[in-house]
């Protein structure tokens, strides 16, 4: 999915779903793993990821 993700400077962290349903870890540096709780709680509540395409916009109209 493409999508705009908060990202704060010096800090890499991102989660991914896999096809089971677990939270797993895509990519990190130690300072994200350190602040990982505050930035998780940032994305969640001050800068929410946006998908890029509307997924509902594409799809037909039911009458």
């Known amino acids: ?3 705009h993700k908060w990202q704060p400077r010096f800090l890499v962290f ?3 779903q896999d096809i ?3 939270l ?3 990519k990190h540096n130690f300072l994200g793993l350190l602040f990982a709780p505050l930035i998780l709680l ?3 509540l001050v800068h929410p990821t946006i998908a890029v395409f509307d997924t509902q916009a594409s799809s037909p109209r039911q009458p």
Do not use: K
């Open 24 to 26: 797993r870890m895509r």
């Open 42 to 44: 940032d994305r969640s």
């Open 20 to 22: 089971e349903g677990t």
């Open 1 to 3: 999915m493409d999508c």
């Open 14 to 16: 991102e989660l991914y």
